[in-house]
Structure formats: C-alpha cells, structure tokens
C-alpha cells in the first residue's frame, strides 16, 4: 500500500507532550477551557482546537501501579468510514491526497450531519468548529507534502513517533513488536491492516483509551446508507444536465 505512516510505539512515550503542543502550534489551533479533572491529561479530550491528546491512564496490574500514555489522533484509514459519510451529502467535503493517503476535511464538510459523520468514525475522532467546518489531524499534509515530517513526529524527543513510507513503517513496527513481545506478550500492533497511524501497545488496548482500537461496529444511519447507494445515480444525474 503506498503512501505514508506514522508508527507510534507506546513503550517509548514519557508522555512529555511534546507533540501535542507542536501540533497545536503548527496548526495555529487556539486554546481550550479546561479545568482539573483528577488526571495529567489535559484537555480532557481531543476538540477543535487540539488535534491531538496524549491520553493517560493509570492501571493496576497484580497490584503494581503502571501509567499508560496513548497519543491519540485520527487514524488516516485506509478506507476512511467519515469519507464515505461525508460524501453521502456533499462533494468536495473531503480529500483523500492520492500522493500520501492523508484524509483532510475542507470547508464544504460543515455541509453534511456532523453528528452522523462522526458517529461513523470507529475512533471517535472529528470534531467541529463554531462556523461546523469538521475538523482532525491532517496529517501535516502541508509539511509532508515538501519533504518535512509531521511536527508531532519532528518534536518527539524519544523515537515513539516515527514517520515514513507506509511499507517502511509497517516493517518498523512489526521488527519492533517482535522484539517487545519477549518481555511483553501481550504486546500488539493496533489495526495496523487497516489505518496509517499504528500503535503499539503492550497491554489490552482498552487499558490504553477506550477507542484506542477500532469498535466492531461505528454508527451509520440509513440516510447515510442510502445516500452512498445513490451517489453515481447522482454523479449522472448532474452530468446529463449540465451537458
């Protein structure tokens, strides 16, 4: 599969937030209203203006405390379910960049149901702007489309992000799981088949964030069913009266 990864490995994240802040900037994202919720995570969640959260969880495993951290963000599916939601109501909402696979949201999205759009994502992750232009990571389409790395992967101080082509990055994560496995057999790479940024995590995924692995089953509505089904009636319709 061509394009680009990123390959997140869990176990070398001290959850400095170092990408969460450089995504913020690069994006020149505004700050969030927060307040103290018992826990470092901050904001509580991912919203409009922060596209990506490293996550904290603290769990208990035979009575040893242990701190997970999970740098959460959209996934860049390789067949992205919001693409096909958004689309069901509008074209030109969004752009999968044949060159990278990045998925990026444009203006026109604020013309479908954010509500079913986002309930399609079995990773919870698009968000909306006061004016309902839908919004997630970009996958630095700007910066990687001229050579550069994402600015999370470029900030990150420990080697837990890395960035390249998706063969590369897949070959990377699979090496690096096989040697975290002898110590970690619980070890797993998250969904790797299926989306441009993988996780490996050394325990049940869940302990990590409750979407941190795809749900079986992301919401869709019968107006977006139907809508899919007759989108080339439409694309045919709108050619033979414009022609």
């Known amino acids: 599969m061509a ?25 020149r994202n505004g700050t969030s209203a927060t307040k103290n919720t018992g826990s470092h995570q ?13 996550r904290f969880s603290e769990v208990v495993t035979d009575g040893k405390l242990a701190w997970y951290f999970f740098a959460d963000q959209c996934r860049h ?13 509008v074209d030109g909402g969004v ?11 444009l203006d026109k999205s604020k013309e479908a149901p954010f509500d079913e759009v986002r309930s399609s994502c079995p990773y919870d992750i698009p ?31 420990t080697g837990a992000m890395n960035f390249g082509e998706r063969d590369e990055m897949v070959a990377l994560a699979k090496d690096r799981l096989e040697k975290i496995k002898a110590k970690n057999p619980k070890a797993q790479l998250l969904d790797a088949d299926s989306v441009r940024v993988i996780f490996l995590v050394v325990d049940d995924p869940k302990k ?21 089904m007759l989108k080339p009636a439409k694309g045919l319709l709108r050619t033979l009266t414009q022609g």
């Open 3 to 27: 394009g680009k990864s990123i390959f997140i490995d869990t176990t070398r994240c001290t959850a400095c937030r170092g990408c969460q802040v450089a995504c913020k900037n690069w994006n």
């Open 42 to 54: 901050n904001p509580p969640d991912l919203d409009e203006n922060t596209f990506k959260l490293v």
């Open 77 to 89: 599916c390789l067949e992205p379910p919001c693409k096909d939601s958004i689309e069901g109501y």
């Open 95 to 105: 752009v999968q960049d044949e060159a990278t696979g990045a998925v990026v949201y």
């Open 127 to 157: 968000r909306k702007k006061a004016d309902g232009v839908m919004v997630k990571c970009t996958l630095c389409i700007d910066r990687i489309s001229n050579g550069l790395q994402p600015a999370c992967v470029k900030i990150c101080p």
């Open 208 to 228: 990590y964030h409750k979407n941190a692995v795809a749900s079986a089953s992301p919401g869709i509505t019968r107006k977006v069913a139907l809508g899919r």
